[in-house]
């Protein structure tokens, strides 16, 4: 059924583009027809192969996905557009890894284990009392505030696990950081706290033995030119018996503050015991490794509007190898097809075809970043050190997930917020500029009428999509910025994420549609003009 489905879609696609004439297609979007779906299908296998083994930001696989991509841009005379006029920039990243034998963790006459007694996200060392307080967050217009009446400088802050239940998603999407609220780690700087203890989510413990060992095998992971040594303050996550200890002959005990923890119910702040004094000392190990960034440009022909770029992104890494519950039928491999096996692909081939011309006014920046499982490590570390100046990049167009389909009449578990076959979802259009919205679906209109869904570009969106993928640092930065993305489903994060899941119709479609988009706007007389933030659908 599938294949059928398929099929009926490349037959009605082929018949519309050939209405239009080839001439005139190539003319107004670019040349799209140089996208096929043969071609994605032959990238994606090598890129979602098991050679790669799920290409994790800091493994080898990785480092032999992106020198397959160089090595295609090479071949189709792509202009490098990295460090020292290579394809790729580096990104330094620096591992800080709880060194477990020399740790030291004490509350008294009372010692604690790595590992089975605390973990400790951010190590450090510092010694004082304990003040417990709530969630930590302080929200005026909430009238939140867990620290009134209490001093916390020189002591060490104990919160429960996330927000307060009084902060919706809605609030948060309206609200801004440090302004509207201060969530814990700030308000320990601002309160002279010297560390943070926090009480276990009951998801915390059920990942209990993967943080020990990403702790002391993985670490700490951040972009090294970004983030300064010191930035940190001291935290730990207390287990049951440093918890049992900390509240102990306390108004309420450690089994009522855990339940607490369950309930997100924080109660009334308190100080502990001043006799209590928790002594931490955690070292660590620091070393500095690499990772890069596949950076490729198409000149444009205009001599003035070639110094301005429409960006295309989308990101190279994924999540490796996995040992939890995910795994199915022993597979171990991440491959990642549609995660971001699909834009990856999509990135090649839309260079590969302007490539081979024609080529438009403005010039075009292909970026396939690292470390987007990571928190966007790529996309950071390339908007803070560009190869081109920021403010001559007019949009960025990031395609994250682009090639599954959900079938009428096909349940599957998990597949529910897949788009269709001839639907994409569209985020952040109109965010900054709605000239941008406007040309995205003129363009759609015009060309291969996709149905775009504007389910997330909501405001309040509770999954958080626009922030969620390298586009949002573009956008952070006041680039223009427009998402496509075809939904989460049940393979999303696991093994069972593979080529032969891929809907290779639809990732043509989308594909050729992104690349008129960017062919369109590095036309246009002007830059997408900027309105202002949050403006959605």
């Known amino acids: 059924m599938r294949r059928l489905v398929a099929a009926l879609i490349v037959t009605i696609g082929v018949s519309y583009v050939t209405v239009i004439g080839d001439a005139d297609r190539t003319e107004r979007f670019g040349p799209v027809d140089h996208i096929g779906a043969r071609e994605l299908r032959h ?17 080898p696989g990785f480092l032999a996905a992106a020198d397959y991509v160089g090595a295609q ?41 790595h590992g089975a007694d605390y973990l400790a996200p951010a190590p450090g060392k510092a010694s004082g009392g304990l003040v417990y307080v709530g969630h930590g967050w302080r929200v005026p217009s909430k009238n939140l505030d867990p620290f009134k009446g209490l001093d916390v400088k020189g002591k060490w802050m104990v919160i429960l696990p996330g927000s307060p239940e009084e902060l919706t998603p809605a609030d948060l999407a309206r609200m801004v950081a440090d302004v509207d609220f201060v969530q814990p780690e700030a ?66 005990d450690g089994d009522k503050m855990t339940g607490r923890a369950a309930r997100r119910d924080p109660g009334a702040s308190f100080a502990l015991d001043a006799d209590k004094v928790l002594a931490v000392d955690v070292p660590t190990t620091v070393r500095v490794e690499h990772t890069k960034n596949v950076v490729g440009m198409i000149e444009g022909t205009d001599p003035a509007l070639k110094n301005e770029y429409v960006a295309l992104g989308a990101h190279l890494d994924h999540l490796g190898r996995t040992t939890d519950a995910k795994r199915k039928g022993g597979d ?42 990571y928190g966007s490590w790529g996309a950071q570390y390339f908007v803070a050190y560009p190869p081109v100046p920021l403010d001559h990049i007019v949009a960025q167009l990031n395609v994250d997930m682009i090639g599954r389909s959900k079938y009428p009449g096909i ?21 900054l500029s709605r000239e941008l919205g406007d040309t995205c679906v003129s363009v759609n209109d015009a060309y291969l009428h996709l149905k775009f869904n504007y389910k997330y570009d909501a405001a309040d969106d509770p999954e958080k999509i626009y922030t969620r993928s390298d586009h949002y640092e573009y956008a952070q930065k006041g680039i223009p910025v427009a998402f496509f993305f075809s939904g989460l489903h049940g393979d999303y994060h696991r093994p069972s994420d593979e080529v032969s899941r891929i809907d290779f119709s639809k990732l043509q479609r989308v594909t050729r549609t992104v690349l008129a988009t960017a062919w369109t706007l590095a036309n246009a007389p002007g830059r997408p003009r900027l309105d202002g933030p949050a403006q959605t659908h």
């Open 73 to 113: 841009l090479r071949e189709a005379g792509v202009e490098p557009a990295g460090d020292n006029r290579t394809y790729f920039q580096d990104v330094g990243i620096r591992r800080t890894t709880v060194d477990a034998a020399k740790a030291s963790v004490a509350l008294g006459d009372a010692r604690f284990s």
């Open 187 to 252: 308000n320990a700087r601002k309160t002279g706290a010297i560390g943070i203890v926090k009480l276990p989510s009951s998801y915390d413990v059920n990942h209990w033995d993967r943080d020990k060992a990403r702790e002391i095998t993985r670490g700490d992971l951040v972009v090294d030119r970004l983030t300064p040594p010191e930035d940190r303050i001291p935290q730990i996550t207390a287990g049951a018996k440093m918890i049992k200890e900390m509240f102990r002959g306390e108004p309420e």
């Open 332 to 373: 171990d491999i991440n491959n990642g097809a549609d995660d971001d096996g699909s834009g990856v692909v999509a990135l090649v081939t839309m260079a590969e075809a302007v490539a081979k011309g024609p080529r438009p006014k403005r010039s075009l920046l292909f970026v396939w970043h690292t470390g987007e499982e």
């Open 411 to 431: 349940s599957e578990p998990g597949d529910g917020q897949l788009t269709g076959p001839t639907e994409v979802y569209l985020v952040g259009s109109r965010r």
């Open 43 to 59: 990238h994606l296998e090598y890129i979602a192969s098991d050679a790669l083994e799920g290409r994790d930001a800091l493994s």
